[in-house]
């Protein structure tokens, strides 16, 4: 006996296979006629229920798919950590650089950063911020300490 998901994903492509001969058909008898009242017949019979079966397809076919998903804290096949994909909690937050010496800058440059900033780490024309008043950087957010 097939599954829910693929019940529902074939009726949605079956629905929406309708709908766009439908829509095919209603705008072919509507190319064809000159006068509105001529062109009502063909997009009330083919046009509208055309576009409402595109939709009901629509609908079928993402219920299949959801359905076909796996519950929920049950990792999805591909997607649990190590080598076959990410970690579907997402990454760590990022986590500044620890340092406890003063900020350096970039001349010319607009943020302090920590030393061990990768923005400034290895940089030799980086030196301290002094009395400058300057942005902390976004990625080493070295100010609060």
Known sequence: ??????????AGLAAAAGG??????????ISGERFAERQLPYLASCT???AAL???GAVLCM??????TPEAGAPAPGL??????????????????????PPLRVPGGTLAHRPDCPLVAGRPEAVP?????LAP?????PWPR
Do not use: K
């Open 1 to 10: 006996m097939p599954s829910t998901s693929r019940i529902l994903l074939w």
């Open 20 to 29: 766009a001969v439908l829509c095919v058909a209603g705008w072919y008898g």
């Open 48 to 50: 509208l229920p055309g």
């Open 54 to 56: 595109l939709v009901a």
């Open 63 to 68: 219920g299949g798919v959801l359905t076909g």
């Open 80 to 101: 649990g950590p190590g080598p076959t994909g990410p970690d579907p909690a997402g990454p760590d937050p990022p986590r500044p650089p620890a340092s406890d010496e």
């Open 129 to 133: 911020v002094g009395d400058a008043a």
């Open 137 to 141: 950087c976004p990625v080493c957010e």
